[in-house]
């Protein structure tokens, strides 16, 4: 049964339909893991009264090598049709014309928001000297900006007819080499930024967090970064007033750079943050590297208010360990713990990261881990899967 929308929430069935696309690379290995914990959680956390139905689709290589289709018409509209799903990594085509598949999967479903939380689990590795001072929620912009993707090669007719506009219409005089430029534009939008903004400051204080940053480079773009930052302040104090008037919520902003520097040296200022596209990027694997790295970070894709929602691993396919027993599953699996929070199976969610928490803590991880951890033992991905299914157990006392 399917997940839908009524009255602003989601209504959930007790049997859901998760659609997954399985990844190429190591996503063969990590997905049936992923689920396999999952399913365990569910069924200890409701005694077998609820269940996921996983419906598989398909998207990258083996959508490409089972129809020729990199990704098949029925894949966005099994999303669309079930509202949340989840992905393991997907190869991205080589050639042009071809499209990024994680792009064309967030544009057609418009998921504007992409979250990442990051948190550090006891055990892991961290070139902080604190890292438990890291909790920050990231709300990186998911459709504007530079990654829009208008932009012309250097030395072709659309570039010249570009350079022609801005130089003999709008008065342009500041290309320093104007004939061996390539051009791209930034659109930066009153709407996208304020839906943005709206979900940071919703998600802040729903989770009861203390402050929302916008992170921009408005010194430099002022039209378009500190568009962002002064729509951002308006959009709070138009909808957000009385909640920043008791002191709910602190609404701050802060310049991209000196953001990257004070996370490693004042990390504890920061809660939520909001971003524009390319700041989010940096920023999402800069804070993930702080926290142990980018392969045990969790994402999602979201437009809160149709519901949409997909969740995915944050790292690539991973070829050079692929098929060899060794990838750690923990960024899908923390995402899928993000999706269980997300359809509000908060209890199942709960014993999942309790499980990973206790298994880091107890030196037991994958490899790229577990080397950097003192007495770390590594486990293989399906070990690793089977000892968190384990914990679960014990943690719920069975
Ligand atoms: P990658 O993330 O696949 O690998 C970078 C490094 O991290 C490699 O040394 C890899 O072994 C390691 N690594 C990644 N995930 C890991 C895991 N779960 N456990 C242990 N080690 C892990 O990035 P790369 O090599 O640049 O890209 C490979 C392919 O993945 C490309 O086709 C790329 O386009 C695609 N990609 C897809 C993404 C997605 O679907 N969200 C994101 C990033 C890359």
Known sequence: ????????KLAVPNKVTIPFIEGDGIGKEITPVCRAVVDSAVAKAYGGSRSIDWKEVLAGEKAFNETGNW???????????????IKGPLTTPVGEGVRSLNVALRQTLDLYVCLRPVR????????LKEPQKVNMVVFRENTEDIYAGIEWRQGTPEAGKFLKFLTEEMGVTKIRFPKTSAFGVKPV????TERLVRAAIAYALENRLPSVTLVHKGNIMKYTEGGFKRWGYELAQREFARELAEGKLVIQDVIADAFLQNTLLTPEKYSVIATLNLNGDYISDQLAAMVG???IAPGANICYESGHALFEATHGTAPDIA????????????SSVMMLEYIGWTEAAGLIAAAIDKSFAGGRATHDLAR????GE??????FGAHLVTLINEIYGV
């Open 323 to 334: 098929g060899k027993n060794v990838a750690n599953p923990s960024s899908l699996l923390l």
């Open 293 to 295: 790295g980018i392969g």
């Open 378 to 383: 590594t486990l293989g991905t399906m070990e």
């Open 1 to 8: 049964m399917k997940i839908v929308k009524q009255n602003n």
């Open 71 to 85: 990704l098949p018409d029925e894949t966005p509209e099994a999303f669309r049709d079930c509202l949340v799903g």
């Open 372 to 375: 950097f951890m003192p007495n």
């Open 120 to 127: 550090w689990i006891k055990g892991l590795a961290s070139p």
């Open 189 to 192: 939008s009153v709407e996208g």
